[in-house]
């Protein structure tokens, strides 16, 4: 299923899934079924249960595409981390900034926590920060969570995943240049936007994607005003999902249904990695398409 938080004519707030131009509401569907995804997601298993029992899956939609407003598909994680799965990306970074990959960075997967209240979804308008002179984008996959656990291995960790989602991790550049100075984290230049959707593709309908390795066949593709920017694929991943659950539960860490956890951007899936030659900084009015194969395409707008 592809699950969508939307707002209808009347600017309510809903919850639902896609089915072909037109979207269901959980809760015309079924009155038992919750409001909100985060909610959906905590007892997810009792409700696909419900869905499949009343032959839900494939009702008439409610409301026409054209007659809604998706939303960011989980508006309100419980957390949000971000890797660097990809070497390719790494590598591209590192050299623009000037330095080497740290020799940690292979033998771990290497996360930070970003702004899990700065959530965007499709077709918001991205505020670019100001003074800010390098906006960029980073093309990501995001995995959801969706059962609690701790201590997790890769092995077993597919049973602890809900679904997925295109993620684009915007980043000021010249911000984090300056901060990055200072071997903490990314600070500021991580922390105004982070754009999810257009929907969460549940796990089972991934499957026909997987590789060996819990890796996926996925093209996945950046576009700014129209004109591609990166070509990509996950099946590059250096670092997969089920190795970055393991490592954010190690040492008795409880991860629970609605976290969120970011790929890290696929290789040449940001302008920084080209040091701004195949495009030039992010300007207001600029359109960036993110488009993962299976999952669909988020779209944003900058602003000044």
């Given amino acids: 299923m ?21 979207v269901v509401d959980m809760q015309l569907a079924d009155a038992q079924l919750p409001n909100n995804m985060l909610s959906f997601i905590d007892e997810h298993e009792r409700f696909f249960a419900m869905i499949e029992e009343k032959g839900l899956k494939n009702l008439t939609a409610h409301y026409p595409l054209s007659e809604v407003k998706l939303l960011a598909p989980l508006p309100n994680p419980r957390s949000f981390r971000d890797y660097i799965g990809f070497e390719q990306h790494m590598l591209n970074a590192s050299k623009t900034f000037g330095h080497t990959v740290g020799e940690a960075w292979y033998e771990m997967p ?41 201590n997790i291995s890769a092995a077993e960790a597919n049973d602890y995943i809900f679904g997925y989602t295109v993620f684009n991790d915007w980043t000021a550049r010249a911000i984090q240049r300056r901060e990055m100075e ?49 070509e990509g694929n996950y099946q590059t991943v250096y670092w997969t999902f089920p190795q970055m ?23 040449w899936g940001s302008l920084i990695e080209n040091n701004f030659s195949v495009h030039r900084p992010l300007e207001p009015g600029d359109v960036v398409e993110l488009e993962i194969q299976g999952i669909g395409m988020l779209r944003n707008q900058v602003v000044g």
């Fill in 2 to 22: 592809k699950l969508v938080t939307f707002k209808n004519k009347s600017g309510q707030t809903r919850s639902g899934w896609l089915n072909g131009d037109g």
């Fill in 245 to 267: 659950i393991e490592r954010a539960s190690e040492n008795d860490v409880t991860l629970m249904p609605g976290e969120i956890l970011g790929s890290g951007t696929v290789g």
């Fill in 182 to 230: 200072v071997p903490l984290g990314p600070h500021k230049g991580k922390d105004f936007a982070n754009a999810i959707g257009p929907c969460i593709v549940t796990k089972d309908e991934m499957e026909q994607y997987r590789l060996e390795n819990d890796r996926f066949d996925l093209a996945m593709t950046a576009r700014i005003n129209g004109a591609s920017i990166c």
């Fill in 110 to 150: 290497i996360f930070y926590f970003t702004n899990h209240h700065a959530i965007y979804g499709p077709n918001d308008a991205i505020k670019r920060p100001a003074k800010e002179t390098r906006l960029d984008i980073e093309l990501e996959m995001a995995v959801i969570m969706g059962k609690k656990g701790k």
